[in-house]
């Protein structure tokens, strides 16, 4: 019989075995220069690389570099004005060199190699959040489809960078750079640092010279070349560019123009000025991303190249700000492994909210944190995993809603807890004290302990270093003169922590409010606060700072009260939504009060509740929701509005969808689609046919599903112009629609369309394009080659992601 008590030896060994440590630093990479030219043909970069490294600490006689898919040419080490060939030995992902003798850590040494990086040949991999990793993209590199413009632009994270220039591909080096870029005159070029020359080769052919002399870690490194018109802004001094195709010029500083706002900002509440020489913003075609905070020139995917119609309904802020955060929290200091990657991400999903409420107000910003916890709650019912985490199956696993917005949650706590002052003084001290250097976790916790003199293990050890979150159980009653407040945490507590929650607690008694600081650290407490009478209402948390699982079951009469009195955006929509439901006369009351609230965000949540009301004063509701749809002032309130009427009575406000039809916002004009398709109205093919220029993706998938529906059989050309414009997830959903009209299409059209649908499922950069053009061909039940074109698809597909949504049809 085996001893229980006897230690599980294996799972030790595990735990050792698969710890995910940060790199070793043998060698101190101190600078990289880069010399690189293109064979658009081949999709080939042609590259010199010469790097000067010192051994970190221990004497070194081999280099070990990452450098995946090159052919090399040479290998040469540079003494003075002469070069020695060095041997090596290549396995296609690791140049290993012999450096012929030990070299100390007082002794630099330069060693150049000449090589062909060739992206496209190597295997695909990526995530959900970075759906490839070839590190190099040529777009449209010969020219062959004229609806795209000809690109080549990088993306380095997480070790991608090796794939176009030989390195040490780990976060926690850090290199000065130059990279010399040749390309046709025709192009723009874009890198890190500063534009230092432009020097002509010949009657066709350009050198750029890019420079940056503070150091960051390789993955950060970049370059963009295309067809660019770039606007100039500008902040203290330093250079502001916004990079966009030349049909987007006029509407550049529409869309990035808050940036130097944005810079003065961010650098007066961390009392550290912007620290890099310039700041750039590129829009390219076919990322594989949202957008990369590369130092100094950030890299956006091509949703951002908008007009200024669709500025009427968002903006994009929040991205903007996110990568721009980045430059101090990411590039400026950097974290040291992927384990600790949340020291990057949290504090720039976290410049949402914090330009969020300095630009747009508290209650805006208060609806970034409640989609941030919804984020992180949805990702929670499927896994739970430690924020730190130094164990996973594969680096790119770290990108998810627990890095990014568990992340940012857990420091706005950190924040209420510390106070503002202390907060950004805490920041302050972290960014100076690791400037220019990798961190782990604990470098941020010393940096607030520093500042505050408190120690904060306990916050940081049950927020940072382990999964899960409190799951609390609140009742509350009265009795005797005093509220009973019990508070039971209900989380497994043999898998997540036992919390230490400091919050506060409101309790309203005749219209009054006191607030109660507590501090929870049982598993079951109780706590007690003097109440002359019954209390209207007590409301846990009263600053909805916990990122937290609770249950305080209350009656509708104080929820009704709880919107009304509540200081907090949170509190008040958590309120409004459980009583979305109640078809009471005063909830009712409070709904069509909801329906004018001073926040947009209310509004938009009240109008929810009347998706199939029926009541006596049914028509006079509707005419008010019809007023708010014509007069409300924010666009999307507008939108939603239209929508409601849309499924109720279209025929009722026919007219009111056709003056739809003609606003400016395209989210008003979508709704209006839907409402004028449900209608009697006869003109609707030659109204819809007048909107086919749109360039809001709303409108386009609205037109799109009425097309399928309707099943229209002389929209083919249509829907291919809107395949050429559209990309990410709006192409996604767009394919879609287009299988749907494939399927009732004459087959002429059926067999074009799968031609193209095979395009798409065989060779888009996008993983989650090419699955929705392989599902958009399988339901095409008159194609009598669909099975082997599915097959054929099935067969190139490299992607392990899509490989196994295949297994389903075969």
Do not use: C
């Not at 043998?26 to 043909?41: A, G, I, P």
């Not at 850590?105 to 330069?110: C, G, T």
């Not at 049909?247 to 130097?260: D, L, S, V």
């Not at 067999?751 to 095409?780: M, P, S």
């Amino acid at each position: 019989m085996a001893d229980s008590s006897a230690p599980d030896v294996a799972g030790i060994e595990a735990s050792i075995h698969n710890y995910r440590q940060a790199e070793t630093r043998l060698f101190d990479l101190v600078h990289t220069r880069l010399d690189v030219s293109f064979d658009w043909q081949k999709q080939h970069l042609l590259g010199k690389a010469t790097l000067e490294l010192r051994p970190w600490f221990y004497p070194q006689s081999t280099l070990v570099l990452d450098a995946k898919g090159f052919d090399l040419h040479s290998v040469q080490l540079l003494e003075g004005s002469s070069n020695k060939p060095l041997k090596y030995t290549y396995d296609g992902a690791q140049l290993v060199i012999d450096l012929e003798r030990e070299y100390s850590r007082n002794e630099a040494l330069f060693v150049e190699i000449e090589y062909t990086a060739k992206p496209n040949e190597l295997p695909v991999g990526g995530s959900d959040a970075i759906t490839a990793d070839k590190g190099l993209y040529f777009i449209n590199p010969l020219g062959a489809d004229p609806n795209k413009p000809r690109q080549i632009w990088t993306q380095g994270e997480t070790e991608a960078n090796s794939k176009w220039f030989p390195t040490i591909d780990a976060p926690n080096q850090r290199t000065t750079q130059e990279v010399y870029i040749t390309v046709n005159n025709r192009y723009k070029t874009l890198s890190n640092g500063i534009l230092v020359q432009s020097t002509l080769v010949n009657d066709s052919t350009r050198t750029d010279y890019w420079r940056m002399d503070q150091s960051h870690a390789p993955y950060l490194f970049m370059m963009a070349i295309g067809d660019f018109a770039v606007v100039e802004d500008k902040w203290n001094g330093i250079p502001v560019e916004y990079y966009v195709e030349p049909e987007y010029q006029r509407w550049a500083k529409a869309i990035f123009g808050n940036t130097p706002e944005m810079l003065t900002y961010f650098s007066e509440i961390l009392g550290y000025p912007y620290p890099w020489p310039k700041y750039a913003q590129v829009v390219v075609r076919d990322y594989v991303s949202g957008a990369m905070e590369n130092t100094s020139a950030s890299l956006f995917m091509e949703s951002l190249q908008v007009d200024d119609r669709y500025l009427l309904d968002e903006n994009w802020d929040y991205i903007i700000a996110h990568e721009l955060f980045h430059q101090w929290f990411g590039d400026l200091v950097t974290t040291e492994s992927w384990a600790n990657l949340t020291l990057n991400e949290a504090f720039a999903e976290y410049s949402e909210y914090l330009w969020t409420d300095y630009k747009y107000g508290d209650d805006a910003a208060a609806e970034v944190l409640l989609n941030q916890g919804d984020s992180y709650f949805r990702e929670a019912s499927e896994k739970q995993v430690d924020l730190i985490r130094y164990y996973y199956n594969d680096r790119e696993d770290m990108f998810d809603s627990h890095t990014y917005a568990k992340g940012s949650r857990i420091l706005h706590m950190l924040r209420k807890y510390v106070g503002d002052d202390a907060f950004f003084a805490s920041l302050n001290r972290y960014l100076k004290k690791n400037e220019f250097k990798p961190v782990e976790v604990h470098d941020l916790r010393l940096a607030f302990e520093e500042v505050t003199g408190e120690d904060l293990n306990w916050f940081f050890s049950q927020w940072f270093l382990a999964s899960g979150h409190p799951v609390l159980n609140v009742e509350s009653h009265w009795e005797g003169g005093r509220v009973v407040l019990q508070v039971e945490q209900q989380q497994d507590l043999t898998e997540f922590p036992l919390y230490v929650l400091p919050v506060y607690v409101d309790v309203f008694i005749n219209g009054e409010k006191t607030r109660y600081a507590i501090r929870i650290n049982e598993q079951k407490q109780e706590f007690t606060f003097p109440a002359s009478q019954q209390p209207q209402l007590v409301l846990f948390d009263a600053e909805e700072q916990l990122l937290a699982e609770v249950t305080h079951n209350k009656t509708p009469e104080a929820m009704r009260y709880q919107f009304q009195v509540a200081e907090n955006y949170i509190s008040r929509y958590k309120a409004l939504n459980s009583l979305l439901e109640d078809k009471t006369p005063e909830t009712r009351k409070i709904l069509n009060a909801a329906l004018a609230d001073s926040s947009s965000f209310i509004r938009r949540l009240a109008l929810a509740a009347f998706d199939d009301y029926q009541s006596s004063d049914r028509q006079a509701v509707l005419n008010q929701i019809a007023r708010i749809a014509e007069t409300d002032k924010s666009s999307l309130v507008r939108a939603d509005a239209l929508a409601l009427l849309a499924t109720t009575e279209p025929g009722t406000y026919r007219e009111q969808f056709r003056k739809g039809l003609d606003d400016r916002s395209y989210a008003v004009v979508a709704s209006s689609v839907y409402g004028y398709a449900l209608g009697d109205a006869t003109d609707k093919d030659a109204v819809f046919k007048g909107l086919e220029d749109a360039r809001g993706v709303d409108v386009i998938l609205a037109l799109a599903d009425y097309y399928a529906a309707t099943q229209k059989t002389d929209k083919y050309d249509w829907y291919v112009k809107q395949l050429n414009r559209l990309s990410g997830n709006d192409l996604y959903y767009f394919i879609n629609y287009f299988g749907q009209y494939l399927m009732q299409a004459p087959q002429d059209q059926v067999e074009k369309g799968a031609g193209l649908l095979k395009e798409y499922a065989t060779n888009h950069q996008a993983y989650n394009v090419r699955l929705g053009a392989f599902y958009a061909l399988a339901i095409q039940q008159s194609l009598a080659e669909k099975e082997s074109m599915l097959r054929e698809i099935a067969e190139k597909e490299k992607d392990p992601r899509v490989l196994e949504q295949y297994k389903n049809f075969f």
